[in-house]
């Protein structure tokens, strides 16, 4: 047994001075060490003056394995989130060989199995046809784009007829990427079908509102949340991403919702900075969200417990993730542990991803993931991998 001690861990939506007991992969349980779990403990982790939240999850990354192994692999990705105390990332289907079928889907799996380090689940896409494949792949949520993205020019779904289609065959979760007045468009679908769907990387507070007044749930990517077309001066070419950037304006107005929005998710999209250069869209994201937040969060700008439950509950909530996500007897020991106080300056050639770059480079942040736990296993210590990592 492992015990986590000294630390304050979020427990129930608020943070409480006790310990972690840990068996295997999973947790115990959690109270006070009394002299006889001492003599029972293999191992004592001391989390002094740290917060112990539960492994992050995000909903929304571009591993781009296999196909575009140059900007990222299931290695290089899941170091980087495990880095920034993400121990579940949901990869997205518009590989160059889209996931969109069953063998598709299978070869994403064993890749995954060999070369991962956290736990990598998947989106499958829907196209204008393949409703048998998603049928025989029964995946836990479908991606539907209704948007000519990156890499997603054959997956993109503009008849209100499929898109019903794909509804009504689906009970599970659908994740939309839903421009402008595709919006409103797709959740009044959802509405027409009793649907649930899930919208990706919302930019403004308009589109938030959507989502909640239809009874959706949404997702809100961090450079929504901290860059604007006024950032576009510095970033220059880099600066392209879909959804793209808005207004400081707009900006400013999308933090009037923080209480609408219901998860944080990355959208973790490589690419090199040639490509960049020559337009490419997406943004890394996976060793900064959690900073970016507790910066806010030392800057008095948010609440810790949100940051925690957009975080880790809501994403396991959304799409139904049994056993993570919250730090519970029976749940998998994934943990991140928080310096609140840390400081450090992002630098693209110092991250995990393959593509070294950051569309915050050079910003000072407060506040970092420190230590990461992966299964009971401790992965990731202040900037180096232990063991076999
Ligand atoms: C993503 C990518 O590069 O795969 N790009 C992006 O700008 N967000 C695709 C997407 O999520 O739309
Ligand atoms: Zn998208
Ligand atoms: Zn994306």
Same mark, same amino acid.
């Given at each position: 047994m492992k015990i986590i001690t000294n630390g304050k861990i979020f427990f129930k939506n608020q943070f409480i001075e006790e310990d972690i007991f840990i068996e295997k992969d999973r947790i115990l349980g959690i109270? =006070?060490?009394?002299?006889?779990?001492? /003599?029972?403990?293999?191992?004592?982790?001391?989390?002094?003056g740290l917060l112990v939240l539960p492994g992050l999850i995000d909903v929304h990354v571009h591993l781009r394995d296999p196909g575009q192994t140059y900007k990222e692999d299931f290695t290089s990705g899941t170091r980087a989130a495990l880095a920034g105390g993400i121990t579940t990332v949901m990869d997205m289907p518009n590989n160059t060989k889209p996931t969109v079928t069953l063998d598709r889907l299978e070869e994403k799996e064993e890749w995954a199995a060999e070369k991962a380090l956290c736990d990598v689940r998947f989106?499958?896409?829907?196209?204008?046809?393949?409703?048998?494949?998603? *049928?025989?792949?029964?995946?836990?949520?479908? *991606?539907?784009?209704?948007? #000519?993205?990156?890499?997603?020019?054959?997956?993109?779904?503009?008849?209100?007829?499929?898109?019903?289609? @794909?509804?009504?065959?689906? %009970?599970? *979760?659908? $994740? $939309? =990427?839903?421009?402008?007045?595709?919006?409103? !468009?797709?959740?009044?679908?959802?509405?027409?079908? !009793? /649907? !649930?769907?899930?919208?990706? @990387?919302? &930019?403004t507070r308009k589109q938030i509102d959507i989502t909640k007044r239809t009874g959706n749930t949404n997702e809100v990517a961090p450079h929504h949340l901290f860059l604007s077309t006024k950032d576009q001066e510095q970033l220059g070419k880099l600066s392209g991403v879909h959804p793209h950037l808005r207004t400081e304006e707009e900006r400013k107005d999308l933090w009037n919702k923080l209480d609408d929005i219901d998860c944080i998710a990355t959208d973790h999209a490589p690419h090199t900075l040639e490509e960049k250069r020559a337009g490419a869209a997406g943004f890394p994201g996976l060793e900064t969200s959690l900073s970016l937040m507790l910066d806010a969060y030392n800057k008095r700008l948010m609440n810790i417990n949100w940051i925690a439950g957009r975080m880790s509950e809501n994403p396991a909530k959304i799409f139904n993730l049994p056993h993570i996500g919250r730090i519970e007897s029976g749940y998998y020991a994934n943990l991140a542990f928080i310096d609140l106080k840390k400081? +450090? $300056?992002? *630098?693209?050639?110092?991250?995990?991803?393959?593509?070294? +770059?950051? &569309?915050?480079?050079? #910003?000072?942040?407060?506040?970092? %993931?420190? /230590?990461?736990?992966?299964?009971? !296993?401790?992965?990731?210590?202040?900037?180096?991998?232990?063991?076999?990592?």
């Amino acid at each position: 047994m492992k015990i986590i001690t000294n630390g304050k861990i979020f427990f129930k939506n608020q943070f409480i001075e006790e310990d972690i007991f840990i068996e295997k992969d999973r947790i115990l349980g959690i109270g =006070h060490t009394q002299k006889h779990d001492l /003599r029972m403990a293999t191992e004592i982790i001391d989390a002094k003056g740290l917060l112990v939240l539960p492994g992050l999850i995000d909903v929304h990354v571009h591993l781009r394995d296999p196909g575009q192994t140059y900007k990222e692999d299931f290695t290089s990705g899941t170091r980087a989130a495990l880095a920034g105390g993400i121990t579940t990332v949901m990869d997205m289907p518009n590989n160059t060989k889209p996931t969109v079928t069953l063998d598709r889907l299978e070869e994403k799996e064993e890749w995954a199995a060999e070369k991962a380090l956290c736990d990598v689940r998947f989106h499958f896409g829907c196209t204008n046809n393949n409703f048998n494949e998603i *049928k025989q792949a029964n995946p836990n949520s479908l *991606k539907l784009y209704m948007f #000519k993205t990156t890499q997603a020019q054959d997956l993109c779904i503009t008849d209100e007829k499929i898109i019903e289609k @794909h509804m009504l065959n689906f %009970n599970k *979760k659908i $994740v $939309v =990427h839903a421009e402008d007045n595709d919006v409103e !468009k797709v959740c009044s679908i959802a509405q027409k079908c !009793k /649907r !649930k769907i899930h919208l990706a @990387h919302t &930019p403004t507070r308009k589109q938030i509102d959507i989502t909640k007044r239809t009874g959706n749930t949404n997702e809100v990517a961090p450079h929504h949340l901290f860059l604007s077309t006024k950032d576009q001066e510095q970033l220059g070419k880099l600066s392209g991403v879909h959804p793209h950037l808005r207004t400081e304006e707009e900006r400013k107005d999308l933090w009037n919702k923080l209480d609408d929005i219901d998860c944080i998710a990355t959208d973790h999209a490589p690419h090199t900075l040639e490509e960049k250069r020559a337009g490419a869209a997406g943004f890394p994201g996976l060793e900064t969200s959690l900073s970016l937040m507790l910066d806010a969060y030392n800057k008095r700008l948010m609440n810790i417990n949100w940051i925690a439950g957009r975080m880790s509950e809501n994403p396991a909530k959304i799409f139904n993730l049994p056993h993570i996500g919250r730090i519970e007897s029976g749940y998998y020991a994934n943990l991140a542990f928080i310096d609140l106080k840390k400081e +450090w $300056v992002v *630098k693209g050639n110092e991250l995990e991803t393959k593509c070294k +770059w950051s &569309p915050f480079e050079g #910003k000072l942040l407060k506040g970092k %993931n420190v /230590r990461t736990m992966y299964k009971g !296993k401790l992965v990731y210590e202040n900037g180096e991998f232990i063991d076999a990592y």
